[in-house]
């Protein structure tokens, strides 16, 4: 799977839209790009994933490049609560590896 | 539904003791996944096992077994503990074997 680059961390006022970047120049063409969430203590939770198509649910946003080369996690009103450790993991869910590969992700802090 | 369940929350073992640490879901998946996360560090995969009857190594299986119950279950057993095994488990869950993963709440282990 693709090595994935993040900042190791990023501050946003409450209420306001947290943009979560996410490099991925190496991606392969049946890599997906996936986004989980770790609150502290607490198991991660999957968030969103997407191939090239932007994605939207109830939780998140997600923008990929026409690229395909990088990607921004939108929370469009980030709450206290959104405060955790961010991961972005590109995985071939058609391949032989069956890992999730979780790196060091972004500190995510929202601010009262 | 209560998603992924794992007991117990919180475990301290004396080096060379044994423990079997548990893992169910109710969501129907075939496949069942135990991680370990040390600080500062990603997960990294112990064992999984794809469908019920089934299990494989992770990258990380030295010193550890598991047992796939049934579908719903899916233990993971420390035979003689060691300190080096002091970690956060987390247990997860998927449909398919490279489905989006739902991760447990976590175990937290330490052997003194």
């Known amino acids: 799977d693709a090595k994935t680059t993040q900042p190791p961390s990023m501050d946003c006022a409450e209420g306001r839209a947290a943009n979560l970047p996410c490099n991925h120049s190496t991606i392969s063409g049946n890599e997906y790009v996936y986004w989980y969430r770790q609150i502290h203590s607490q198991g991660p939770q999957y968030i969103i994933h997407?191939?090239?198509n932007n994605e939207t649910n109830e939780m998140a946003s997600l923008i990929i490049t026409e690229d395909r080369k990088s990607s921004t996690l939108i929370l469009p009103h980030a709450t206290l609560r959104d405060t955790a450790v961010y991961y972005c993991?590109?995985?071939?869910?058609?391949?032989?590896?069956?890992?999730?590969?979780f790196g060091k992700g972004t500190l995510l802090t929202v601010n009262p | 539904n209560a998603g992924v369940t794992q007991t117990p929350k919180f475990q301290v073992l004396k080096t060379g003791q044994s423990m079997t640490l548990q893992c169910a879901q109710d969501?129907?998946?075939?496949?069942m996944y135990w991680y370990r996360q040390d600080p500062g560090m990603g997960l990294r995969l112990i064992y999984y096992s794809a469908s019920e009857g089934t299990t494989d190594k992770g990258e990380v299986p030295n010193g550890y077994n598991v047992s796939r119950l049934n579908k719903r279950e899916f233990s993971l057993r420390l035979e003689s503990a060691a300190p080096s095994q002091t970690s956060v488990y987390f247990c997860?869950?998927?449909?398919?074997?490279?489905?989006?993963?739902?991760f447990g709440p976590g175990t937290r282990l330490t052997v003194l």
């Open positions: 997407g191939l090239k």
């Open positions: 997860a869950s998927t449909l398919g074997l490279r489905d989006t993963q739902y």
């Open positions: 993991i590109a995985f071939n869910s058609g391949g032989s590896n069956y890992k999730l590969t």
């Open positions: 969501m129907n998946h075939n496949s």
